[in-house]
């Protein structure tokens, strides 16, 4: 199909072509069943073998060890900012939180509510422009955890590497934006969580993958719903799941393990943004990085020009040009493209090349 758009949308975001014709023709009658998967029970062993797949899949290509738990739950990344100090909070012992952006306001706003909590760190001085690192982030031997969002999907900035952490003191990430484009150790985590809707499927699932042992942190008075036990003593099946999403979930993960796994997808993902970043470097000031460049996203390219007047040219010339989604996000401002796993490559080098074009004719 050659109307498909250049989408640099921030989420919900692109999906591979090859999954969304796949679903297409599944849709109406998912593998002879003579309905689609929407229209059957979660109980039925179509349905249970779509989730099986999907969590077996999750932990071959994301290489997640045995002790670990894959949970597929509702809500969004944002119920998670809740629900992680619900499960794991400890009396006497503080959260931490390196705060590195709006995402991670978000996450510690909601620890506040239920209970003590530190910053480990930040760089809101440098209006949250990098990421700290080394010795900017402390974290008390005493911590329930440190939570860290791995990248800042309005600011475009990403982890390179990620915080050590005291014995005892699990690391938490908020992976929305940045899971499974690139290899983690996932033994260095507590517990990894993301929204689906950027990297591996449409909006409507929550990915956890939490450390086994963390399951028993959970003070009794926690409701059902909102307890990781309850999720993972039942396959991620306690109550009716979101089947459409997670079905399209397994069907990224097939083309994520077709394309060679995430290996491969994180060395695709380095060369679609350096035509991006390069665009950027190359033109003596008319663009301008807002990320310090050694905690650049791979995901989210975040970048500005002389004055607002501009940017709207840009808009509304790339628009015009078939591209989706360069605006800045609503809090900060100027341009941005997110270039997640599915955005392809050509999208990029049109990207890149529209840049060109736009600075020769404006610069
Ligand atoms: N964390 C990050 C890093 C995000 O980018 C987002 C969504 N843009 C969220 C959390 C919130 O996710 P949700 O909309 O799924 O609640």
Known sequence: MSNRAYNFNAGPAALPLEVLEQAQQQFVDFNGAGMSIMEMSHRSKPYEQVNDQAQALMRKLYGIPDDYEVMF????????????????????????????????????KEAQLLGETVLAGSSEADKFNRIPKGAEINVPANAAYLHVTSNETIEGTQYMDYPEVP???????????????????ISKFGVIYAGAQKNLGPSGVTIVIMRRDLLERCPKQVPTMLRYDTHAKNGSLYNTPPSFSVYMVQLVLQWIEARGGVEAIARINRDKTKLIYD????????????????????????????????????????????????????SVGGLRASTYNAVPHESCSALAAFMLDFQRRHG
């Open 279 to 330: 665009a950027i470097d190359g033109s003596g000031g008319f663009y301008r990085g807002f990320a310090s460049p050694e905690s650049r996203s791979q995901m989210n390219i975040t970048f500005r020009m002389q004055d607002e007047a501009l940017e709207k040219q840009f808009i509304a010339e790339s628009e015009a040009q078939g591209f989706v989604g360069l605006k800045g996000h609503r």
């Open 73 to 108: 739950l509702q809500g969004g990344a944002s119920t998670q900012f809740a629900m992680l100090p619900m499960n794991l909070l400890v009396p006497d012992r503080p959260a931490a939180y390196v705060l590195t952006g709006s995402w991670a306001q978000k996450a510690v």
């Open 167 to 185: 014995a005892d003191v699990p690391l938490i990430a908020d992976m929305s934006s940045d899971i499974m484009s690139r290899p983690v150790d």
